[in-house]
C-alpha cells in the first residue's frame, strides 16, 4: 500500500504518546494515509513539533495526573465529533517506586490506569464510529509478569523496575481481552500489540545512562528503530480485517496467545477491571 491510497480518509485517529517513538511515527504514518490525528503528549516542545510537521492537532496530558487524562477527553470531545480509533501508547518504565498526586503507583497510573480512564472517557463515541478501534502497546515483557492485585498499585513495599513494568503490560493485554467481551455485541474492536525492542525514550529512567546508550547506534545490533517498532500499530489501525485482531494480542504481526494464565483468567479479568474503576473513579457503560 501507497502512502497515496489515503485509505484512512475521513477517519479520526487519537495516539497518546506520540511526541516521540513509534507513537511519533504512527502519528505520522496514519497521517499519510488520510487520517485526522490528534497528537497527545507529556512534553510540550516536542509534542508540538510532531503535530506541526504532521498538519495535525496537538494536546498535552501527563498520565500520571488523572485530571490531565480527564482535561484531556473533554478536550478530544470538544474538538473531534467522531473518533474511530484510539490508540493507547503513552507508557514508562521507572527505576524507583513513586506515587503519584492520585495516589497510584507511577508505572501502573501511566502505563494501564491513564489508557483504561481515556477509553471510558471516550467510549461512548468511538462507539458511534463506523468502525471504532482501541489499540494498546504492551509488551514481551508481559510473559514473566505475575500481578498482586493487593499490591500492584500499592503505595509501599518491594519494588521492581523490570517486574512493575511486565505488570502493567499484562495488565494491558488483559483490559484489552476484557474491553473486546464487555463491548462484542457493539462493533468495537480492541486489540494489543509489542512492537519489538525498540529503542525509545521508554528507556530515558533508566539509571547510569542506559537510555541514551540505547538509543545511540551502538544499540543497532539489538534494537530496532522507532520507524519499524510503528509498523504494527498503524497495521492494527488500519487493517480492514477486524475480526482477525479483535482480543487479541500480537508479536508485532504474529498473533500470540497469551502464555500467562492471568492473561486469560476471567475471574483476574474481572478483578482488575473493577479495581481500575475504583482507582479511577469511572464505571464503564455495559
Known amino acids: 500500500m501507497t502512502v497515496q491510497d489515503k485509505d484512512l480518509q475521513g477517519r479520526t485517529v487519537v495516539v497518546t504518546g506520540a511526541s516521540s517513538g513509534i507513537g511519533a511515527v504512527g502519528a505520522a504514518r496514519l497521517a499519510e494515509r488520510g487520517a485526522t490525528v490528534a497528537v497527545v503528549g507529556r512534553n510540550p516542545e516536542r509534542t508540538a513539533r510532531v503535530a506541526e510537521q504532521i498538519g495535525a492537532a496537538h494536546f498535552l496530558a501527563d498520565f500520571a495526573r488523572l485530571d490531565d487524562v480527564r482535561k484531556l477527553a473533554d478536550q478530544l470531545l470538544g474538538r473531534f465529533p467522531q473518533i474511530d ?162 482480543g487479541k494480542y500480537f508479536h508485532r504481526f504474529e498473533e500470540e496467545p497469551p502464555s500467562v494464565k492471568q492473561a486469560v483468567d476471567p475471574v483476574f479479568a474481572a478483578q482488575l477491571w473493577e479495581l481500575s474503576e475504583r482507582v479511577t473513579g469511572v464505571a464503564y457503560k455495559s
Not at 105 to 126: C, D, I, K, P
Not at 135 to 150: E, F, G, H, Q, W
Not at 200 to 208: G, L, M
Open 85 to 246: 480509533v484510539l490508540v493507547n501508547n503513552a507508557g514508562g518504565s521507572w527505576a524507583e517506586r513513586a506515587v503519584t498526586e492520585d495516589g497510584n503507583e507511577r508505572t501502573f497510573q501511566v502505563n494501564h490506569l491513564g489508557g483504561f480512564l481515556l477509553t471510558a472517557l471516550l467510549l461512548e463515541r468511538l462507539q458511534q464510529a463506523p468502525r471504532p478501534r482501541v489499540i494498546n502497546t504492551s509488551s514481551v515483557t508481559y510473559r514473566t509478569a505475575k500481578l498482586d492485585l493487593d499490591t500492584v498499585n500499592a503505595p509501599t513495599g518491594s519494588f521492581s523496575m523490570l517486574g512493575s513494568y511486565a505488570g502493567s503490560k499484562l495488565a494491558n493485554i488483559v483490559f484489552t481481552r476484557e474491553l473486546a467481551r464487555r463491548t462484542a455485541s457493539t462493533g468495537l474492536v480492541a486489540a494489543a500489540f509489542h512492537p519489538g525492542a525498540v529503542a525509545t525514550n521508554v528507556y530515558d529512567n533508566i539509571p547510569f545512562g542506559v537510555g541514551a546508550l540505547i538509543r545511540s547506534p551502538l544499540s543497532r545490533p539489538f534494537f530496532i528503530r522507532p520507524e519499524k517498532g510503528a509498523e504494527p500499530l498503524v497495521h492494527l489501525a488500519g487493517t480492514p480485517d477486524a475480526a482477525a485482531i479483535n
